[in-house]
């Protein structure tokens, strides 16, 4: 198999390792670097992880290294192709994902910044909290063009949802098809007029209570795994996501996928990161794909667009 390109991952955690390892074992990269501000943390991850390849046939190879605010180590992730940000502190039981905004800001800040100096033609996946703001806020940060920064929120609740649907319906995962779009929180957008199960309209085999409470859960799905860990956060599903839309950029496939991007224009909303579906390839989100929604759908949206609207005008001062 033909492998290409560098994938950095920033943070070591259990998001960003299982991302590391996700993205390894697809075997289409050259090399992952996983990266912590821990001594010696990515680097015994790194190697744990090259030790399964023999076992799971993989040959990309995986390098850890040991970051700081200052820089240091950062060199190891030089001209990679494609970052995913997973560096802040996860929720815990009780907080918002908008309750992490203000440590996690300084902690994003450093990181986008340093990636902009040493991979500057990179696009950045960004999956840390709160994920709408954290992605303005690295745009800011690196000064990328709109289109090389994107945040992992509308796969990971549209995967939620899907979940929920499939798990109600008793039927298989793979004949269930959902979306979610607006923001990575309380002004969420699940669409059920896009929504099926085996090719039927969602409304045709569930009832509006069944599916408003679908939706309800779907927006909660988070909090509800935090409350149940009672330390740290999801992982598994969080890092399938981001892991995929790392291989959709290495790739260039051009899928449509939910994603936090930039909004200037589309379903007339202008100059905002908000959760749509956009074509992503090698330059990152190439094209916001508009969708048809009822007209609820659509003022949900707009209203999720200038909820956080507000909140991303604030983060160039954090």
């Given amino acids: 198999m033909s492998r290409s390109g560098k994938v950095t991952v920033v943070g070591a955690g259990f998001y960003g390792s299982t991302t590391a390892l996700r993205l390894a074992e697809y075997n289409i990269f050259e090399t992952v670097v996983l990266t912590d501000i821990v001594e010696g943390k990515s680097e015994g991850l790194a190697l744990d992880i090259n030790q399964s390849r023999s076992i799971e046939n993989f040959e990309t190879k995986v390098i850890g ?172 599903a969080p890092s399938a996501a981001a892991a995929r839309m790392a291989r959709a950029v290495i790739t260039d496939s051009n899928e449509v996928m939910p994603v936090c991007a930039w909004v200037n224009g589309e379903y007339g909303i202008n100059g905002v990161y908000l959760g749509v579906e956009a074509q992503i390839g090698k330059n990152g989100a190439n094209k916001v794909v508009e969708t048809k929604l009822t007209a609820d759908e659509l003022a949900s949206l707009k209203v999720a667009a200038e909820a956080v609207r507000t909140k991303q005008a604030d983060v160039k001062d954090l």
Wanted: with cysteine; aromatic share 4%; hydrophobic share 40%.
């Fill in 65 to 236: 290294a040991t970051t700081n605010a200052q820089g240091d180590g950062y060199e190891k992730t030089a001209n990679s192709d494609v970052v995913v940000i997973t560096a802040g502190l996860p929720r815990k039981p009780g907080m918002s994902r908008m309750d992490l905004i203000g440590i996690n800001a300084g902690i994003v800040r450093g990181v986008a910044e340093n990636i902009a100096k040493h991979s500057p033609n990179s696009v950045i996946i960004v999956v840390s909290n709160p994920l709408d703001e954290m992605t303005a806020l690295t745009q800011l940060a690196t000064k990328f063009s709109y289109n090389k920064v994107i945040g992992q929120a509308g796969m990971l609740d549209t995967a939620r949802f899907t979940n929920f649907v499939a798990e109600k319906c008793g039927v298989e995962i793979a004949s269930v098809k959902t979306l979610t779009l607006g923001s990575h929180g309380e002004t969420m957008v699940p669409v059920p007029s896009r929504c099926t199960v085996n090719g039927k309209a969602l409304s045709e085999v569930l009832s509006a209570v069944e599916i408003a409470d679908l939706v309800d859960k779907t927006r909660n799905g988070g909090a509800e795994i935090v409350a149940l860990l009672k330390t740290g956060s999801a992982y598994y």
